[in-house]
């Protein structure tokens, strides 16, 4: 009985977790990237609606952080993907950023049916324990959803854009070969190459002839952990492939590492982020976003 019991209360208090998990997205930043650095960003959310929201895909309830400007009808919309640490205070700052030029921006927790990202303060405890764990198709699935909901709340699809880092820098590549809505797509360091698998059957160099949006890549010369080489095959790729492969661009910060981006971090380098930036806006306006 008292085995019983201990495991009632166990349930009962790992739902309560998850469920302030989900009542927090995007209000504080990851375990695994404390301490944050002094220069972290802080986008208001003055004339925005701005906070969690629910997005049904078939039975599970996904947890996101939408951003958009106040009583808005018919915006854009740009879907917002997270680095491996989930939507975390950076990434909805990322989102109000968007909201800020007038697009419902969507940040959805992709990792929520492996376990919570944002908890974990090892990043090889939290590779392996979740992000291994999360399969191409899932995300696919996912983001569609984001898509039908964003039109479910009057959004303007017809003019789909999608923004990643990191992880989700690939999985930018990887929507904008899948989805037949996507306008444009901004792809931060994302990995183009890898091994194949049942769960990431498929990598960015491989889909240059699938591109049915153009993508604009974003890369640091200094990223130790994608080679140049690898943006050079990529290059390649996309030369030979689609129209929207031909239209889509690189663009490499020589002296930048990998997540120049990330102004929470020390490897935020403000001049290749501010330029990153202006390039992504610029990105989505010419591709009709």
Partial sequence: MK???????????EIN?????????GSS??????????????????????GEVTIPVGAFKMPAYRAMPADSVNAPV???????FGVHE???????RLAKQGYMAIAPELFERQGDAGSYGEVGKLVAEVISKVPDAQVMRDLDACVA????????????????????GRITWLYAAHSKTVKAGIAWYGRLVGD???????????????????????????????PLETVDLMQAALHRGSAAARSSQIHVYPDAPHAFHADYRPSYRKEAAEDGW????????????
């Fill in 196 to 226: 194949r698998s049942d769960l990431n059957p498929i990598h960015p160099v491989e889909l240059a002839g699938q591109l049915g949006a153009p993508v604009l890549g974003l890369y640091g010369g200094q990223d130790a952990g994608i």
């Fill in 78 to 84: 740009v879907l917002v993907i997270s680095e491996i």
């Fill in 17 to 25: 977790r998850r469920e302030f998990v989900r009542a927090a997205v």
């Fill in 149 to 168: 909901w964003a039109k479910s709340q009057g959004a303007d699809i017809g003019r789909l854009g999608i923004t990643g880092f990191c992880w989700g």
């Fill in 3 to 13: 085995t019983t019991e201990s495991n009632i209360a166990a349930d009962s208090l």
């Fill in 90 to 96: 950076h990434i909805a700052d990322v989102a109000r």
């Fill in 278 to 289: 202006a390039r992504c806006l610029a990105w989505l306006k010419v591709n009709g976003v």
């Fill in 29 to 50: 930043f990851a375990a695994a990237v404390l301490p944050v650095t002094a220069q972290a960003i802080y986008t208001d959310s003055k004339g925005l609606e701005a």
